[in-house]
């Protein structure tokens, strides 16, 4: 009799498992709306780079969209998601209610940690490397509920991620700001150093009156080949003591030495020396010209930070809008009770294979 009793009792266990497994996942479980949307995250800021383009085409998103799509799923999955969507929706409350089923509600006593655990089996975000869309899914008891919360994430997210890129600009202004200041006094500095220069010398751009002396010089050089030749043909028919011959002489050697000097003021080893003045002039017009050029990029850097603040540099682009569920989607009631027959039809026959091992040895 006992014998007999047993594969009774053992088909009778598996029935009731099998039973109530189907009475808590197809009457019981509760019931969740899944609402979906699909965003991308686009860079309003600046035109994207060649390099981001080639990634675009290999089907690959740029570094920047990979970084914002991780900083939305973190901020989406985080603890302050979820405070500010539990103040708006009492996420909490709805956890604890009976809009639950008795296994799957929250305890009253439950800590932070364990709600926001449970908080993000009802939030999915995944984001495809391949298109750089990135999923959202929100579950709720109510399909409205459902979207009405995953439309609010879509512009808490959007916010935060203008938010993080303010933040970001603003310790660039700064940095930059700085930079300014610095620049323009050098080029206040360069500027005052080169007028000072100009007031010391009395001059207002050397390299002319290097120019010019090098005509006037010239010019000399070429009277005196002038005033030579004149000589020489004179003293062929004059007298050595002629007064017109003397008269030529007297002016050729001076303007031997007006060359002379002239020459010595534009290359002389003097400090007041042209060449020297124009050397100095042109190393202090070099660094004006250099730091005026500094000067301009930081304040164009500038510019571009402010309105960079100013603007709304990134956005969500919406590819497919929240929806509103029009039937359940978990539990897969069909999926689930042809899940639980096969997964109780193997116990039983792995139980029924140990209970016949175990009466063989006993034989």
Same mark, same amino acid.
């Given at each position: 009799?006992?014998?007999?009793?047993?594969?009774?009792?053992? @088909?009778?266990?598996?029935?009731?498992?099998?039973?109530?497994?189907?009475?808590?996942?197809?009457?019981?479980? *509760?019931?969740?709306?899944?609402?979906?949307?699909?965003?991308?995250?686009?860079?309003?800021?600046?035109?994207?780079?060649?390099?981001?383009?080639?990634?675009?085409?290999?089907?690959?998103?740029?570094?920047?969209?990979?970084?914002?799509?991780?900083?939305?799923?973190?901020?989406?999955?985080?603890?302050?998601?979820?405070?500010?969507?539990?103040?708006?929706?009492?996420?909490?409350?709805?956890?604890?209610?009976?809009?639950?089923?008795?296994?799957?509600?929250?305890?009253?006593?439950?800590?932070?940690?364990?709600?926001?655990?449970?908080?993000?089996?009802?939030?999915?975000?995944?984001?495809?490397?391949?298109?750089?869309?990135?999923?959202?899914?929100?579950?709720?008891?109510?399909?409205?509920?459902?979207?009405?919360?995953?439309?609010?994430?879509?512009?808490?997210?959007?916010?935060?991620?203008?938010?993080?890129?303010?933040?970001?600009?603003?310790?660039?202004?700064?940095?930059?700001?700085?930079?300014?200041?610095?620049?323009?006094?050098?080029?206040?500095?360069?500027?005052?150093?080169?007028?000072?220069?100009?007031?010391?010398?009395?001059?207002?751009?050397?390299?002319?009156?290097?120019? *010019?002396?090098?005509?006037?010089?010239?010019?000399?050089?070429?009277?005196?080949?002038?005033?030579?030749?004149?000589?020489?043909?004179?003293? @062929?028919?004059?007298?050595?003591?002629?007064?017109?011959? *003397?008269?030529?002489?007297?002016?050729?050697?001076?303007?031997?030495?007006?060359?002379?000097?002239?020459?010595?003021?534009?290359?002389?080893?003097?400090?007041?020396?042209?060449?020297?003045?124009?050397?100095?002039?042109?190393?202090?017009?070099?660094?004006?010209?250099?730091?005026?050029?500094?000067?301009?990029?930081?304040?164009?850097?500038?510019?571009?930070?402010?309105?960079?603040?100013?603007?709304?540099?990134?956005?969500?682009?919406?590819?497919?809008?929240?929806?509103?569920?029009?039937?359940?989607?978990?539990?897969?009631?069909?999926?689930?009770?042809?899940?639980?027959?096969?997964?109780?039809?193997?116990?039983?026959?792995?139980?029924?294979?140990?209970?016949?091992?175990?009466?063989?040895?006993?034989?």
């Amino acid at each position: 009799m006992k014998i007999k009793q047993k594969p009774n009792l053992k @088909t009778a266990l598996f029935i009731g498992v099998f039973l109530l497994l189907n009475i808590y996942f197809l009457l019981i479980k *509760s019931e969740l709306y899944e609402s979906k949307t699909a965003v991308v995250v686009r860079d309003l800021s600046t035109a994207a780079p060649a390099s981001n383009l080639g990634l675009s085409l290999l089907g690959m998103g740029s570094s920047s969209q990979l970084q914002d799509s991780m900083i939305l799923k973190e901020y989406i999955e985080s603890l302050d998601m979820f405070l500010i969507l539990d103040k708006k929706f009492k996420l909490i409350q709805h956890y604890k209610s009976d809009a639950l089923d008795f296994i799957e509600r929250l305890g009253d006593d439950v800590t932070m940690e364990k709600a926001l655990e449970f908080y993000n089996t009802r939030v999915l975000v995944n984001y495809d490397e391949t298109s750089s869309i990135i999923h959202i899914s929100f579950l709720h008891t109510n399909p409205k509920k459902a979207k009405e919360i995953l439309e609010f994430i879509l512009t808490q997210v959007e916010e935060k991620i203008n938010l993080l890129n303010k933040i970001k600009a603003q310790k660039q202004l700064s940095f930059i700001l700085n930079e300014y200041k610095k620049n323009k006094k050098k080029m206040d500095d360069s500027t005052a150093k080169l007028e000072a220069f100009q007031n010391t010398h009395q001059l207002l751009d050397p390299s002319i009156d290097a120019t *010019s002396s090098n005509s006037i010089i010239a010019g000399l050089q070429e009277k005196l080949t002038q005033k030579k030749i004149e000589y020489k043909t004179k003293i @062929t028919y004059l007298n050595a003591d002629n007064y017109e011959l *003397s008269a030529l002489k007297t002016e050729i050697d001076e303007l031997i030495d007006s060359i002379a000097r002239k020459k010595g003021n534009l290359s002389g080893s003097g400090d007041a020396s042209l060449n020297k003045i124009l050397f100095e002039y042109e190393k202090l017009k070099m660094q004006l010209d250099f730091d005026i050029e500094v000067y301009k990029n930081s304040l164009l850097q500038l510019e571009n930070i402010k309105l960079e603040i100013m603007q709304k540099a990134k956005m969500l682009s919406i590819v497919s809008k929240p929806h509103l569920p029009d039937g359940y989607t978990y539990p897969n009631k069909p999926k689930v009770f042809i899940t639980i027959i096969i997964v109780m039809l193997l116990l039983y026959g792995i139980f029924s294979m140990l209970l016949a091992i175990i009466k063989d040895h006993k034989e």
